[in-house]
């Protein structure tokens, strides 16, 4: 077994469960295209970082008022883009969304956090996606959460919406585009774009490695018959195995999409990346089905043992009440007031009743004993 992950301690004798909050009735009975934030409070300011680059230039700005995110204030020979922070804000992506011709549903589906992934090409202007960042909460290590992230990409032009809960994800293809690592300042918007899916597509990794670590710690505590086991933690952890599986399958035929060869915004040469980055997805997906699987195994080996050892408690139950049910004959029988039993009467009845309750126990002792019921 390799070795547990520290999280997995806790997980064990955690015996509560994690309700889901969802906030997706927020965004009911209004009208399509509506531009309304359904998700979590933040009590963060939305932060625009402008980045414009290319094989010898890096300019890394962030935007003080959205006037300084107009198109017009694009460099045209500079791959741009555009990096929100934050999607809070309904008013101000609205604003985004309007400046950059961007189709209301798109707006919409930007601020729905509860969205499923999925990508959409609108009159050959731009790409449309949305996806999930997965994160291991430190809190509760069987359970996940998900920040909603989309991207838009035009010609020479990427932009990115983050939901802002765990700080900036892109940070390191930032660095690398600052220090000039890579391909990333020698290639388009399509590439840079694979840069950040691919990021998000190796925190998958990072997260199923982690709880990889905590169904490790759940077979030992199977096949160890730990009492600190709850039938509860094989449910929840499948149970989080399961919604992200749904989160991340859509990925496969997203990809594919980009990578036709009537989608113009993904040149050639850098479709073989997203053909790594489709092999990336299809292997998460293989991992998660197999953890599903072993869950599936382990809950059936956990109640087979829970059944195993109930069925050896009543057997011992069993046992003793065979062993005590002549023995209660034998002193009911002289237990009963009759004046005619000649029994009562002799000298030494007392010691041989006991003599004869002791040989009938032993003897059935060692009938069971024969018979390997001990």
Excluded at 62 to 88: F, M, R
Aim: proline share 4%.
């Amino acid at each position: 077994m390799t070795q547990k992950h520290p999280a997995t301690k806790k997980a064990l004798s955690k015996k509560g469960g994690r309700k889901k909050q969802h906030y997706g009735n927020e965004n009911l009975l209004t009208s399509p295209g509506t531009v309304t934030y359904v998700g979590p409070s933040v009590p963060l300011k939305t932060e625009i970082r402008k980045i414009a680059f290319n094989e010898t230039v890096f300019n890394n700005k962030v935007a003080k008022s959205i006037q300084e995110c107009y198109p017009a204030t694009l460099d045209p020979t500079l791959i741009s883009w555009l990096d929100v922070n934050g999607i809070h804000d309904s008013k101000l992506i609205e604003k985004i969304g309007q400046i950059y011709r961007l189709h209301p549903l798109v707006m919409e589906d930007i601020v729905y956090t509860e969205h499923k992934p999925k990508l959409e090409v609108y009159e050959d202007e731009y790409v449309f996606l949305t996806l999930k960042m997965m994160h291991v909460e430190e809190s509760q290590p069987f359970s996940l959460s998900f920040e909603h992230v989309s991207f838009v990409l035009a010609d020479r032009r990427l932009i990115s919406f983050q939901e802002e809960l765990t700080g900036d994800i892109f940070e390191p293809v930032l660095t690398r585009l600052k220090a000039s690592i890579g391909k990333t300042r020698t290639n388009g918007a399509d590439y840079l774009l694979f840069a950040l899916m691919d990021i998000i597509v190796d925190h998958y990794f990072i997260c199923l490695e982690q709880l990889g670590d905590n169904l490790d710690a759940l077979e030992e505590a199977v096949l160890s018959e730990s009492e600190h086991l709850s039938l509860k933690d094989l449910y929840l952890l499948r149970s989080e195995l399961t919604t992200s599986r749904r989160m991340i399958w859509p990925l496969r035929e997203m990809i594919v999409q980009l990578m036709r060869e009537e989608n113009r915004f993904v040149s050639r040469d850098t479709v073989p990346y997203y053909r790594d980055l489709h092999d990336h997805v299809m292997q998460i997906v293989e991992t998660i089905d197999s953890y599903r699987d072993l869950l599936a195994s382990l809950a059936d080996v956990h109640l087979s043992t829970a059944s195993n050892r109930m069925n050896s408690v009543m057997k011992t139950l069993t046992v003793f009440s065979a062993v005590f049910m002549p023995l209660t004959f034998i002193v009911g029988v002289y237990g009963m007031n009759f004046d005619n039993m000649p029994e009562l009467h002799f000298k030494n009845g007392y010691f041989w009743t006991w003599l004869l309750m002791g040989a009938t126990t032993l003897g059935m002792l060692f009938y069971f004993k024969k018979k390997k019921w001990l």
